[in-house]
């Protein structure tokens, strides 16, 4: 094989081998925000609870470290229990894996819950406020199935009475849910959504960034469905940013074209040592 060819080989290789720098990554790996141990609240989450008099919230956390470990929530009467926390992502996947006992919900309210847009409201001394959440482009997991909150479109058949990973994606203005697939195969496109949503613009008191989930429904009995309240065990919760993977970028042509100037300099300087010899 001719030097020429050689070298001009090596140049190919070294451009292709620093053009696939800008292949497209997740800007962090998935990442567990809760891990069904003690408590949200404990491990950065703002909760809103509010429990008025013939109400019940009943939190039992789990402490002995075994992989089966859950936190059980249980609300009653016109009890709220929201928790909520900022990202710092513009897309997104968040899901929660878990297990339904008991849940009810109607048109823009939830007894459980996840919400991939929320609010949070802070006192003027900056002490946590309350949490207000997207009531129509929220998940609602009822008891036999999931639909958006707003009750608008299809709802998807399941049984929530065992444990699942419901997860949410939102990027570039769609939302898709997804049941126990994995985040890489959402990212991949792989996976096929159970709810679709495009073009979603968040509702004013909501912001891209914070989400929430729980019992965010205070409604009672002079609803016709009373009580909207729930019970559930959450093993975990998981989110990824997806602000790095919605595009993907091309192989920057000034570095392509600087190595192979760097290439021809060294075919150059090899030739030219070639001939005074």
């Given at each position: 094989?001719k030097?020429?060819q050689?070298?001009?080989i ?6 292709l ?5 800008g ?7 998935a ?12 491990v ?9 008099p ?9 402490f ?14 016109t009890?709220?229990?929201?928790y ?14 878990v ?10 309210d939830?007894g ?13 001394n900056?002490n946590y ?6 009531r129509?482009?929220?998940?609602t ?5 999931i639909q958006?909150?707003d009750l608008?479109?299809?709802?998807f058949?399941?049984?929530?009475s065992?444990?699942h ?5 939102y ?12 985040f ?18 968040p ?15 205070n409604?009672s009995i ?6 909207v309240?729930?019970a559930?065990?959450?093993d ?12 993907v970028?091309?192989?920057?042509t000034n ?10 300099l060294?075919?150059?300087k ?8």
């Open positions: 094989m030097l020429t050689k070298l001009g090596a140049s190919a290789g070294l451009v081998g620093c053009a696939s720098v292949l497209p990554s997740a800007a962090q790996a990442t567990f925000l809760f891990d069904g141990t003690g408590t949200p609240e404990a950065g989450w703002q909760l809103e609870s509010s429990e008025p013939n109400s019940t919230i009943t939190v039992t956390p789990q002995s470290g075994r992989p089966s470990d859950v936190l059980s929530v249980s609300t009653t009467g009890a709220v229990n929201l909520s926390r900022n990202i710092n992502a513009n897309n997104y996947i968040i899901s929660l894996g297990k339904v006992l008991r849940s009810s919900f109607n048109s823009f939830y459980l819950g996840l919400s991939p847009f929320a609010q949070q409201i802070f006192f003027p900056g406020s309350f949490s207000e959440v997207d129509a482009n929220s998940l997991i009822g008891e036999k199935s958006w909150s608008v479109g299809d709802s058949a399941i049984d929530t065992v444990f990973e419901y997860a949410i994606s990027i570039d203005g769609n939302l898709n849910v997804y049941v126990d697939n994995s890489d195969d959402i990212i991949a496109g792989t996976a096929t959504p159970v709810l679709t949503r495009t073009g979603v613009t509702q004013n008191e909501s912001v891209v960034g914070t989400v929430a989930f729980g019992d965010q429904s409604d002079s609803f016709d469905n009373c009580c309240n729930s559930y065990q959450l975990f919760i998981r989110f990824q940013s997806l602000d790095n993977v919605t595009s970028p091309e192989p920057s570095l392509a074209l600087a190595f192979f100037a760097f290439g021809g060294l075919i150059n090899k030739l030219a040592s070639s001939r005074r010899r």
